[in-house]
């Protein structure tokens, strides 16, 4: 599972770099981290809370990804960095 989540991570960084990044919820331009990673995991069963829990690992605790998404001053960069590095982290797992 873990490089799947790897890919699935990688995939959603690459869907914020096409289709931009948004906060505040759902958007008719961009996505947030959550939304990217439904978009390419189908939204339904083990792959997207897998790939949720993948990048939970590497954010500061208590890891609510829609707060952490959301906060002020939080950048497009810093959710794509964040997403690569849930990625490098189920690699390393796997």
Same mark, same amino acid.
């Given at each position: 599972?873990?490089?799947?989540?790897? %890919?699935?991570?990688?995939a959603?960084?690459?869907?914020?770099?096409?289709?931009?990044?948004?906060?505040?919820?759902?958007?008719? /331009?961009?996505?947030? %981290? @959550?939304?990217? @990673?439904?978009?390419?995991?189908d939204?339904?069963?083990e792959?997207?809370?897998?790939?949720?829990?993948?990048?939970?690992?590497?954010?500061?605790?208590?890891?609510s @990804? @829609?707060?952490?998404?959301?906060?002020?001053g939080?950048?497009?960069? /810093?959710?794509?960095? %964040?997403?690569?590095?849930? %990625?490098?982290?189920?690699?390393?797992?796997?």
């Open positions: 599972m873990s490089a799947q989540v790897a %890919a699935d991570l990688r959603a960084a690459e869907v914020l770099r096409r289709d931009g990044w948004t906060q505040g919820g759902l958007a008719h /331009e961009g996505r947030c %981290a @959550i939304e990217a @990673i439904w978009h390419v995991t939204f339904y069963g792959r997207p809370r897998a790939a949720v829990e993948g990048l939970r690992v590497v954010l500061p605790p208590p890891a @990804i @829609i707060r952490w998404n959301d906060a002020p939080r950048t497009a960069d /810093e959710v794509i960095a %964040a997403l690569e590095a849930g %990625a490098d982290a189920a690699e390393r797992q796997a």
